[in-house]
């Protein structure tokens, strides 16, 4: 990766144009810092809401009810008006260190280019866990897909994965897949729920009951068959029987966990349980240069928590820069 | 009707070989493959190893095939740029009735002419693989032992027969068959094929074929599952070498190596079954596979599990490759190739065509044809997305780009399915599953693919 020319210096580069990398760079700018880069590999600014078609978004940040790709869009100008340059569609491949810099190469449709910055801040943001890393048994036909993605076939291009799903969870993502699969015309056949009660705010369980889609707690799915599309899933129940349900498809939905491929592939110290880097008081990964703004200390968050994360991190990443900030 | 020189029945690992050696040698070849892409059956899902023979049955025709398959492949992989990923394989003795075996592995290897072979102990273990479990006492070291790209050759061979004149058929099932004079008469779902000389290669229904069309077969196909565990990338920087265990007498035991894309896999189980379809995964059995990986390399601990899949290994009565000609039917099955095929398939073509001209057919050879390179899929060489024009990534996980879907999709042998596009590609096959990418890949898929990502949608 090292044969390309360093094509741009900055003070500070931002992995991830979601709601947290943009807080962040656009209160950099807020700050003083003098250049500040957001890369991200998708074509459009904005993360996760630009395919969330449901409000409310943007209450914290703009003090009105938006959809999400409304939002995506008013946090990209709002960073763009403040200085920061974005550049999109640009994957990050790689990162090194070269003295007191770190160096970013990037991939694009323009070919590779490598970015130097005294500063980098990982918002990378977060991913649902996918079936095959729950271990889920089972062939693997077409239709077994996370959230995100349905969420991309619906809002994004006006597609459909499936038309009877089964809905594994019932993180408030879940509920959010009821609507969404309205869009399209999909009739969820149940949801599935390993523990014994739901886990968002239990009044909201209501919806599947008013959209007439039956619950299973303390279920699990133990069987996904098929070929090629899903045909059934297999439950085990908690009092030790099992059922099959006929559907097309399978949806996994939450079990949220931090994007953290390039804190891995940068050789910072993991911290295992959460699956992010281990992050002091100030955000600072065990490489002091490297700051990340991860937002699943909790749960995972609305996007206006992570608006506000990245604004937190900005502030420490600004006074490190200026010299403020105390040693690691 | 045209009358094929030879029908091959399947298009697997030994299928799409068997195809390019039969089109090198001048022969006028139709390929049958029920599946709507190659590799469909059992060659879908291995562990990607490329054997060196070192253990196979001293005096073998696999033991032959494989060290045939090692050569040829390595004669041609530059021309087709297909890659090698070298890191050498130790078989790593963790118990003491282990280490008393290793002598007999070791004689096994120079009695097969692998002579390349040295014994390690645990300090140059050690410096070898220093994140390895403790309790490595002593190992094998198996220094051309090597990692390939699974799927890429099959479809670069495929792509010569065809390039030669080869008639590749998809969703072509044979139902049945007979013999007319001097050719087989063929019924396929696709329609009426003719050819002098039938080469079953059909994998887990090699037994099913060789009934249908002979009324007889010499053997039983008993479907032997193997379950794998990918971990992510992150892990790839912890292992150089592939860890083997010391082989018992069923199974060859569970593997723990680099894959050609940059991830660590474990695997496989050994689960005898009689379904030839259904390759399932099951959590305990994936459990048990990632506990054993973490024993054998504790740094493993917490790592992101990739992806999880089951294969199905066409294993029969017997050990041994079934390989048999039978020439007042001018037919020769190939049945019974397991895990070894991969490395053995052009190996296995050779001795096939060889029983062909014993039943006394012949051929002029032609040259090889000029194929394009094979798009590289593998991690440590440069990759389309490092080439400026591709159109933007796509998958994000393995960067797969736009121009890599497109040109999957055009040529003259394009995905079939949405798996063979995953083959030809890896797009969706990395950490996140298509959580990113999966809508992007219905859209540029649309109406390519008899099993469509993306359902036809009411309006609401």
Redesign the interface.
């Given at each position: 990766m090292s044969g390309a020319a360093v094509d741009v210096e900055v003070e500070a580069l931002v992995v991830g144009a979601g709601p947290a990398g943009l807080g962040l760079a656009t209160r950099l700018k807020a700050r003083g810092v003098a250049s500040v880069l957001v890369v991200d590999?998708e074509?459009d600014a904005g993360g996760n809401p630009r395919h969330c078609g449901h409000p409310p978004f943007g209450l914290r940040e703009f003090g009105r009810v938006l959809t999400g790709p409304a939002y995506a869009r008013r946090l990209a100008e709002r960073a763009v008006r403040a200085g920061v340059a974005l550049r999109l569609?640009t994957?990050v491949?790689a990162i090194e260190r070269a003295g007191e810099a770190l160096v970013v190469t990037t991939?694009?449709?323009?070919?590779?280019r490598r970015i130097a910055a005294r500063r980098l801040a990982l918002a990378t943001g977060v991913?649902?866990t996918?079936?095959?890393?729950r271990?889920?048994?089972?062939?693997?036909p077409?239709g077994v897909?996370?959230t995100?993605?349905l969420q991309?076939?619906v809002y994004?291009?006006?597609?459909?994965?499936?038309?009877y799903p089964l809905v594994v969870g019932t993180e408030l993502v879940a509920l959010s897949s009821l609507l969404t699969c309205?869009?399209?015309?999909?009739a969820p056949v149940a949801m599935v729920e390993e523990r014994a009660g739901p886990q968002c705010f239990p009044p909201f369980m209501a919806l599947p009951r008013l959209v007439g889609v039956p619950l299973h707690y303390g279920a699990r799915v133990?069987?996904i068959?098929g070929?090629?599309?899903v045909r059934r899933a297999t439950l085990a129940h908690a009092d030790g029987s099992s059922s099959e349900i006929a559907c097309?498809g399978v949806l996994f939905t939450g079990r949220f966990?931090p994007?953290a491929?390039l804190a891995?592939?940068a050789g910072l110290t993991?911290d295992?349980?959460r699956?992010r880097p281990v992050l002091d008081a100030f955000g600072r990964s065990s490489d002091p240069r490297i700051f990340a703004a991860c937002v699943l200390d909790r749960s995972v968050e609305t996007a206006g928590w992570c608006w506000s994360r990245g604004r937190a991190i900005a502030d420490h990443l600004a006074a490190d820069l200026a010299g403020r900030l105390p040693p690691p | 009707m045209p009358l094929a020189d030879v029908a091959i029945i399947g298009a697997g690992a030994v299928g799409c070989a068997m195809a390019r050696r039969f089109a090198l040698e001048g022969a006028k070849v139709l390929v049958l493959e029920r599946g709507a892409d190659l590799l469909s059956g059992a060659s879908k899902a291995n562990s990607a190893i490329l054997h060196t023979g070192f253990d196979a049955p001293p005096g073998s025709l696999e033991q032959a095939c494989v060290q045939a398959g090692y050569a040829e492949y390595m004669a041609i992989r530059g021309r087709l740029n297909l890659p090698v990923l070298e890191t050498g394989a130790m078989v790593v003795a963790w118990t003491e009735a282990e280490q008393a075996a290793l002598d007999g592995v070791e004689a096994q290897a120079r009695a097969n002419s692998v002579d390349d072979v040295r014994r390690l102990g645990p300090a140059e273990i050690r410096a070898r693989e220093p994140h390895l479990g403790e309790g490595a006492r002593e190992a094998l070291l198996v220094p051309r032992e090597h990692v390939i790209d699974p799927w890429s050759p099959f479809l670069a061979y495929l792509l010569q027969a065809k390039a030669l004149g080869a008639e590749i058929l998809f969703g072509a099932e044979v139902a049945a068959g007979r013999r007319e004079e001097e050719h087989w008469r063929l019924e396929t779902s696709r329609g009426r094929r003719r050819a002098r000389v039938v080469i079953n290669c059909a994998g887990l229904y090699g037994d099913v074929v060789d009934r249908r069309l002979l009324g007889e077969s010499a053997f039983e196909i008993r479907p032997r599952k193997g379950q794998f565990v990918v971990f992510?990338?992150?892990a790839a920087s912890l292992l150089r070498t592939i860890v083997l265990p010391v082989p018992t007498e069923r199974t060859k035991g569970v593997v723990l190596c680099r894959t050609a894309f940059g991830n660590v896999l474990v695997g496989p189980t050994a689960e005898e079954q009689q379904d030839r379809?259904?390759?399932?995964?099951?959590?305990a059995a994936?459990?048990a596979l990632i506990a054993r990986a973490v024993e054998m390399l504790p740094a493993l601990?917490?790592m992101?599990?990739?992806?999880?899949?089951a294969g199905l290994r066409p294993a029969t009565e017997e050990k041994g490759y079934r390989i048999a000609a039978m020439p007042d039917r001018s037919w020769i099955t190939v049945g019974g190739v397991r895990s070894t095929g991969m490395t053995a398939a052009l190996g296995i073509a050779r001795h096939v065509y060889g029983l062909y001209e014993r039943l006394g057919h012949s051929h002029a050879a032609v040259a090889e044809p000029e194929c394009p390179p094979m798009p590289n899929l593998a991690e440590h060489l440069p990759r389309d997305?490092?080439?400026?024009?591709?159109?933007?990534?796509v998958c994000?996980?393995e960067?797969v780009t736009k121009r890599e879907i497109e040109q999957a999709l055009a040529g003259p042998l394009p995905a079939g399915?949405?798996g063979g596009l995953r083959r030809r590609t890896r797009c969706a096959m990395g950490?996140?599953?298509?959580?990113?990418c999966?809508?992007?890949l219905?859209?540029l898929t649309e109406g390519r693919f008899a099993?469509p990502?993306?359902?036809?949608?009411?309006?609401?």
């Amino acid at each position: 990766m090292s044969g390309a020319a360093v094509d741009v210096e900055v003070e500070a580069l931002v992995v991830g144009a979601g709601p947290a990398g943009l807080g962040l760079a656009t209160r950099l700018k807020a700050r003083g810092v003098a250049s500040v880069l957001v890369v991200d590999r998708e074509a459009d600014a904005g993360g996760n809401p630009r395919h969330c078609g449901h409000p409310p978004f943007g209450l914290r940040e703009f003090g009105r009810v938006l959809t999400g790709p409304a939002y995506a869009r008013r946090l990209a100008e709002r960073a763009v008006r403040a200085g920061v340059a974005l550049r999109l569609a640009t994957n990050v491949v790689a990162i090194e260190r070269a003295g007191e810099a770190l160096v970013v190469t990037t991939a694009g449709d323009d070919g590779v280019r490598r970015i130097a910055a005294r500063r980098l801040a990982l918002a990378t943001g977060v991913r649902e866990t996918p079936r095959a890393a729950r271990l889920v048994s089972g062939e693997r036909p077409l239709g077994v897909l996370t959230t995100g993605a349905l969420q991309a076939f619906v809002y994004l291009h006006g597609k459909a994965p499936f038309r009877y799903p089964l809905v594994v969870g019932t993180e408030l993502v879940a509920l959010s897949s009821l609507l969404t699969c309205r869009r399209i015309g999909a009739a969820p056949v149940a949801m599935v729920e390993e523990r014994a009660g739901p886990q968002c705010f239990p009044p909201f369980m209501a919806l599947p009951r008013l959209v007439g889609v039956p619950l299973h707690y303390g279920a699990r799915v133990v069987d996904i068959a098929g070929s090629p599309r899903v045909r059934r899933a297999t439950l085990a129940h908690a009092d030790g029987s099992s059922s099959e349900i006929a559907c097309d498809g399978v949806l996994f939905t939450g079990r949220f966990t931090p994007e953290a491929s390039l804190a891995r592939a940068a050789g910072l110290t993991m911290d295992l349980a959460r699956g992010r880097p281990v992050l002091d008081a100030f955000g600072r990964s065990s490489d002091p240069r490297i700051f990340a703004a991860c937002v699943l200390d909790r749960s995972v968050e609305t996007a206006g928590w992570c608006w506000s994360r990245g604004r937190a991190i900005a502030d420490h990443l600004a006074a490190d820069l200026a010299g403020r900030l105390p040693p690691p | 009707m045209p009358l094929a020189d030879v029908a091959i029945i399947g298009a697997g690992a030994v299928g799409c070989a068997m195809a390019r050696r039969f089109a090198l040698e001048g022969a006028k070849v139709l390929v049958l493959e029920r599946g709507a892409d190659l590799l469909s059956g059992a060659s879908k899902a291995n562990s990607a190893i490329l054997h060196t023979g070192f253990d196979a049955p001293p005096g073998s025709l696999e033991q032959a095939c494989v060290q045939a398959g090692y050569a040829e492949y390595m004669a041609i992989r530059g021309r087709l740029n297909l890659p090698v990923l070298e890191t050498g394989a130790m078989v790593v003795a963790w118990t003491e009735a282990e280490q008393a075996a290793l002598d007999g592995v070791e004689a096994q290897a120079r009695a097969n002419s692998v002579d390349d072979v040295r014994r390690l102990g645990p300090a140059e273990i050690r410096a070898r693989e220093p994140h390895l479990g403790e309790g490595a006492r002593e190992a094998l070291l198996v220094p051309r032992e090597h990692v390939i790209d699974p799927w890429s050759p099959f479809l670069a061979y495929l792509l010569q027969a065809k390039a030669l004149g080869a008639e590749i058929l998809f969703g072509a099932e044979v139902a049945a068959g007979r013999r007319e004079e001097e050719h087989w008469r063929l019924e396929t779902s696709r329609g009426r094929r003719r050819a002098r000389v039938v080469i079953n290669c059909a994998g887990l229904y090699g037994d099913v074929v060789d009934r249908r069309l002979l009324g007889e077969s010499a053997f039983e196909i008993r479907p032997r599952k193997g379950q794998f565990v990918v971990f992510d990338k992150a892990a790839a920087s912890l292992l150089r070498t592939i860890v083997l265990p010391v082989p018992t007498e069923r199974t060859k035991g569970v593997v723990l190596c680099r894959t050609a894309f940059g991830n660590v896999l474990v695997g496989p189980t050994a689960e005898e079954q009689q379904d030839r379809d259904r390759a399932a995964t099951d959590e305990a059995a994936l459990k048990a596979l990632i506990a054993r990986a973490v024993e054998m390399l504790p740094a493993l601990e917490g790592m992101p599990v990739t992806a999880t899949y089951a294969g199905l290994r066409p294993a029969t009565e017997e050990k041994g490759y079934r390989i048999a000609a039978m020439p007042d039917r001018s037919w020769i099955t190939v049945g019974g190739v397991r895990s070894t095929g991969m490395t053995a398939a052009l190996g296995i073509a050779r001795h096939v065509y060889g029983l062909y001209e014993r039943l006394g057919h012949s051929h002029a050879a032609v040259a090889e044809p000029e194929c394009p390179p094979m798009p590289n899929l593998a991690e440590h060489l440069p990759r389309d997305w490092s080439a400026a024009g591709h159109g933007g990534v796509v998958c994000h996980c393995e960067l797969v780009t736009k121009r890599e879907i497109e040109q999957a999709l055009a040529g003259p042998l394009p995905a079939g399915d949405f798996g063979g596009l995953r083959r030809r590609t890896r797009c969706a096959m990395g950490r996140c599953q298509g959580f990113h990418c999966l809508a992007r890949l219905a859209v540029l898929t649309e109406g390519r693919f008899a099993a469509p990502l993306a359902t036809p949608t009411e309006a609401p």
